[in-house]
């Protein structure tokens, strides 16, 4: 096991509603990435914070939003929800706020947008 | 936009074969090279990593060839094993962007 945890495991919300996403990272680390993985294919990423900061962000919307706590855990908010938002989202924590260190991920919280 | 092509999708292999992913990236700016394995219910994990200096890199069974002009690199596993059954993903980090782009996976099986 990584040390990375995520709540909740599995959320189901209907389209329009707001969701958050909550992610524990491994002690010692200060940078978390977010990603989300649809069925069958690879992680995209969403955004990374490091220190508190956005720190790097993929091609995604506004209405996916984060943050990051002074204890380093965080939380993924995204507004609106659309069906195509169903999918697995994991997190990944590191040292260091650059791509290049370990990432080590969490399971994952399961969305489904009904 | 997929800025990383894996292949192939999935790959069926007995045990003890040699089991080989490829990947190809388009974006020069790419200078981190992570493979990933991830089980099912679990999230990925590192296996191995490459920067564009070195042309191989080799952990135990696992081995990364990395050719820098053709804008290629692939995992070979050899003597491959049931437990090595999982899904693996190529990535290529941008330091510009700051963000880690993924292949889009390939699930392997290793029949015993």
């Known amino acids: 096991e990584t040390g990375v945890t995520q709540s909740p495991t599995h959320l189901i919300k209907t389209r329009g509603q707001q969701v958050t996403l909550r992610c524990s990272s491994q002690s010692g680390h200060n940078t978390v990435s977010w990603y989300q993985q649809a069925l069958g294919q690879g992680p995209q990423f969403i955004f990374q914070y490091y220190r508190e900061e956005e720190n790097g962000r993929g091609n995604f919307p506004p209405r996916f939003s984060g943050l990051q706590f002074p204890n380093y855990s965080s939380e993924l908010n995204v507004n609106a929800l659309e069906l195509d938002d169903s999918a697995l989202y994991l997190c990944?924590?590191?040292?260091?706020?650059?791509?290049?260190?370990?990432?080590?991920f969490g399971p994952g919280t399961r969305l489904l947008v009904l | 936009q997929q800025q990383v092509k894996q292949s192939p999708q999935s790959l069926i292999v007995q045990k003890g074969g040699i089991s080989i992913i490829n990947c190809a990236y388009e974006?020069?700016?790419?200078?981190?090279f992570p493979w990933y394995q991830q089980f099912p219910g679990k999230g990925p994990a590192l296996l191995i990593a490459i920067r564009p200096d070195v042309s191989e890199k080799k952990e135990g069974r696992f081995t990364i060839s990395f050719n820098k002009s053709a804008k290629q690199f692939s995992l070979h596993i050899m003597d491959s094993q049931p437990g090595d059954s999982a899904t693996y993903f190529c990535?290529?980090?941008?330091?510009?962007?700051?963000?880690?782009?993924f292949g889009g996976g390939t699930r392997l099986m290793v029949k015993p």
């Open positions: 990944a924590s590191s040292s260091g706020g650059s791509g290049q260190e370990t990432q080590y």
């Open positions: 990535a290529a980090f941008n330091n510009a962007g700051n963000m880690l782009t």
């Open positions: 974006n020069t700016a790419f200078d981190y």
